[in-house]
């Protein structure tokens, strides 16, 4: 969390990223990582940007992080923060999204 000394070794990296997701589960949307974004500044970050993403008519391809795409998801369908672990995500999955309606939820046909 923030102010907490470098991190060392996986084993730590990992619990203190269990912690920060657990956090924004409890609603604690501003606590990240040292160096990281907190789940509100992604937020943020990707309502600058869904206007445009929500205005194409053709279709467009994001790529981004898994937690990334949670977070893009929660403000597309207009659920809390607090349950981005609601959607299923896997690596190189596909979601589909049409008229800022989320169609297609972590699709794994191409591989």
Same mark, same amino acid.
């Given at each position: 969390?923030?102010?907490?000394?470098? @991190?060392e070794? !996986?084993? =730590?990296?990992?619990?203190?990223?269990?912690?920060? $997701? =657990?956090?924004?589960?409890?609603?604690?949307?501003?606590?990240? #990582?040292? =160096?990281?974004?907190?789940?509100?500044?992604?937020?943020?970050?990707?309502? =600058?940007?869904?206007? /445009?993403?929500?205005?194409?008519?053709?279709?467009?391809? #994001?790529?981004?992080?898994?937690?990334?795409?949670? $977070? @893009?998801?929660? @403000? @597309?369908t207009? $659920?809390?923060?607090? /349950?981005? !672990?609601?959607?299923?995500?896997?690596n190189?999955?596909?979601?589909?999204?049409?008229?800022?309606?989320?169609? $297609?939820f972590?699709?794994?046909?191409?591989l």
């Amino acid at each position: 969390m923030e102010g907490t000394p470098e @991190l060392e070794g !996986d084993g =730590q990296k990992r619990a203190v990223y269990r912690e920060l $997701i =657990q956090r924004w589960r409890d609603g604690d949307y501003a606590a990240s #990582v040292p =160096q990281g974004e907190s789940a509100a500044e992604v937020a943020a970050r990707l309502q =600058q940007i869904l206007p /445009q993403l929500l205005s194409h008519k053709e279709d467009i391809m #994001v790529c981004t992080h898994g937690r990334t795409m949670r $977070i @893009l998801l929660c @403000l @597309l369908t207009h $659920i809390p923060l607090s /349950q981005q !672990d609601s959607f299923e995500h896997s690596n190189t999955s596909v979601y589909g999204v049409q008229d800022g309606v989320v169609t $297609i939820f972590n699709n794994m046909d191409h591989l």
